[in-house]
C-alpha cells in the first residue's frame, strides 16, 4: 500500500516554545490530508483537513492559531503547535488518501511538553 | 463523515483462539475498513469491504458485512501475540475525499 511518513516520532519541548511536525506521501500526491490527535487508550479524534494551496479546515473546538497547518504541496503537510503547553502533549497522527477509498496513515508523533 | 462503533471495548483471549471484533454504523455505505494500531504507532490499513461485498478474507482475517443490520465483523483466526493491538472500523460513504471518523476501538490482547 501506499507509504505515509511522519516525523518525528517523539520529540520533547519546552513549554512555550513550538514545534513542527511533519507528514509526507512517499509514493503518492495526496491534494487532502488529516491530522488526528490521540489522548492515552482513547481514540482518534479529527483535528484538521489540510487542503494543498489553501487554508486548512478545523473540526470545531480545534483552535487554528494554536495549531498551524501549511500544505504547501503534494506531498508534504506540517503541524506546528505553537506555544506549546503541557495539555497539548499528545499523539499526533496525520493521514492522506492515494486517490483509492483506503487512508494510510503516519507512524504518529508523541509529543511530550515539559 | 461518519463514524462506526466497536464492540467490545476490550477483549482477551489465549493464543491460537479465534477474535471477533464487531462493529456497527447508523447510515449507509459505499464501503467500510478495518484499521490495526498498536501501541503508540499509527493506524495500519487491514481489509475494505464494499457494500455490495458480504464476506472478505485476507490471511487470517475474515470481515463480514450486513447493510441491512448496518453492522461489521472482524474475525481474527488463530491468533497470536503479535495480533495484540486496537482495532477500529471506518465506514465511508460516497462523498469524496473526507475524513475517516473512528470508535473507541477494541482493544485485543492476546495472552500467549
Known amino acids: 500500500g501506499a507509504v505515509v511518513s511522519q516525523h518525528p516520532s517523539r520529540v520533547i519541548c519546552k513549554s512555550g516554545t513550538s514545534v513542527k511536525i511533519e507528514c509526507r506521501s512517499l509514493?503518492?500526491?495526496?491534494?487532502?490530508m488529516f491530522w488526528y490527535r490521540q489522548f492515552p487508550k482513547k481514540s482518534l479524534m479529527l483535528m484538521a483537513t489540510?487542503?494543498?494551496?489553501?487554508?486548512?479546515?478545523?473540526e470545531q473546538g480545534v483552535e487554528k492559531d494554536k495549531f498551524l497547518i501549511n500544505h504547501a504541496s503534494l506531498t508534504l503537510s506540517t503541524l506546528t503547535v505553537t506555544s506549546a503547553h503541557p495539555e497539548d502533549s499528545s499523539f499526533y497522527i496525520c493521514?492522506?488518501?492515494?486517490?483509492?477509498?483506503?487512508?494510510?496513515f503516519g507512524q504518529g508523533t508523541r509529543l511530550t511538553v515539559v | 463523515s461518519q463514524q462506526g462503533e466497536e464492540d467490545p471495548q476490550a477483549l482477551s483471549i489465549q493464543e491460537g483462539e479465534n477474535a471477533t471484533m464487531n462493529c456497527s454504523y447508523k447510515?449507509?455505505?459505499?464501503?467500510l475498513q478495518w484499521y490495526r494500531q498498536n501501541s503508540g504507532r499509527g493506524l495500519v490499513h487491514l481489509i475494505l469491504?464494499?457494500?455490495?461485498?458480504r464476506e472478505k478474507h485476507s490471511g487470517r482475517l475474515r470481515v463480514t458485512l450486513d447493510t441491512s443490520k448496518k453492522s461489521s465483523s472482524l474475525l481474527i483466526t488463530a491468533s497470536r501475540a503479535a495480533d495484540t493491538a486496537s482495532y477500529f472500523c471506518?465506514?465511508?460513504?460516497?462523498?469524496?475525499?473526507?475524513?475517516?471518523?473512528f470508535g473507541k476501538g477494541t482493544r485485543l490482547s492476546v495472552i500467549a
Open positions: 493521514s492522506a488518501r492515494d486517490g483509492a477509498a483506503s487512508a494510510f
Open positions: 509514493d503518492f500526491q495526496a491534494t487532502t
Open positions: 489540510s487542503n494543498e494551496g489553501s487554508k486548512a479546515t478545523y
Open positions: 447510515t449507509s455505505i459505499n464501503n
Open positions: 469491504i464494499r457494500s455490495n461485498e
Open positions: 471506518a465506514p465511508r460513504g460516497n462523498s469524496g475525499n473526507t475524513p475517516l471518523v
